[in-house]
DNA sequence: GATATAAAATACCAAGTGGTATAAAATATG
DNA sequence: CATATTTTATACCACTTGGTATTTTATATC
């Protein structure tokens, strides 16, 4: 029983580790449980991970959306979304969603989807800021939004994962800023 | 027997496919080769995954070298790069070497390794390549040499990881020319 | 042509995977 | 206290993985 528990310790040794790379019978072991009862909970292997992405969703992702809604002006924003990047100690070991994105061809089809679905969301939240930015007067570049903000979701995503990778975080804050640069010029 | 056309299938299958995801047994398969040939010839799986990418290296990727030890102009250079990431057919498929950085811990030791040595390879390269422009004073900013280095390997690979992934190519080289747009301001 | 030798293919091994049927234990109900 | 029911845990299934021992086949050599 326990499935809170469960979904945590999930959650965690994929995030920790390669989602791909955690057997089940391995998170079954780390969470004292058997494995029939993650099956009558979660169904399946890719429901638990999907659980595990909506978890890990609630936990850390929604604190990227907040800093992107939260009404600033374009460069405080921006310097925030590096802070997190390259410095939230969360972030050491990575970021779960984009594990689970670059590893995409290995997910169950309920996980896949998840990630597609917030792949979405993420785009159009970094393409809803941009717009707000610009209709403030705080962009003046000509850069078309939609443009901006995958540049803007790719270069964050590709901070944390080499943040996953070791790398030092003053090196990733650097390249981070200077691939950011492009919209305040 | 045939070694080179086991090579050749093999270095195929990893770069068309995940590395980690292409088993031995599949590229006997393939070859029409048994499993005992291939470990009399390359040792072990480990041993044949290295073969296959220093035959990449030798097919691949001595093409972005060359274009880095080409002696153009920034500009021009930069252009080929973008040129090569974003429309050259090889890539379709993403770069194996790339794919195998990216699951490095999935490879064995001799595999792994190699691929450290072409990761250091292609730092010295880009950043002679720099070195060279500031020395002609094409490239005046007060980036360092070795930032830069850095700056310019990572975009280039994140530009054919997203060709993998079935990206659209247009938007590859927009997104490609934005990020690289900091060295020509 | 008979024999020694090298090569190749089949069959096998232990380990691990996701998933499940069955037996054991604990809980609730009479 | 005894019985019925649900939860849990053990044991198992078929399959795939990398890696080998063994047998068969082909190739030389005499």
Redesign the interface.
């Known amino acids: 029983m326990s499935a809170e528990k469960v979904l945590d310790v999930a959650m965690t040794a994929y995030w920790h580790g390669?989602p791909a790379?955690v057997s089940l019978n391995e998170i079954c072991q780390l969470a004292g449980v058997s494995k029939p009862s993650v099956y009558r909970e979660f169904g399946s292997e890719d429901g638990l991970m999907r659980s595990a992405l909506d978890s890990y969703a609630g936990a850390v992702l929604s604190d990227v959306f907040a800093i992107l809604q939260g009404g600033k002006g374009l460069q405080e924003t921006l310097d925030a979304l590096i802070d997190f990047a390259s410095t939230d100690p969360r972030m050491e070991t990575g970021c779960l969603f984009y594990k689970m994105r670059?590893g995409?061809?290995?997910l169950g089809p309920q996980t896949r989807s998840r990630v597609d679905e917030f792949d979405a969301v993420g785009q159009s939240a970094y393409a809803a800021f941009l717009q707000a930015r610009r209709e403030a007067g705080d962009w003046p570049s000509g850069?078309p939004v939609a443009?901006g903000a995958?540049?803007l979701g790719?270069?964050f995503a590709?901070a944390i994962t080499?943040r996953a990778?070791g790398e030092d975080p003053g090196?990733i804050r650097?390249?981070l800023t200077?691939?950011l640069?492009?919209f305040i010029?």
């Open positions: 390669d790379d670059a995409k061809h290995r850069l443009e995958k540049y790719e270069q590709l080499q990778s090196r650097q390249m200077l691939a640069s492009v010029r």
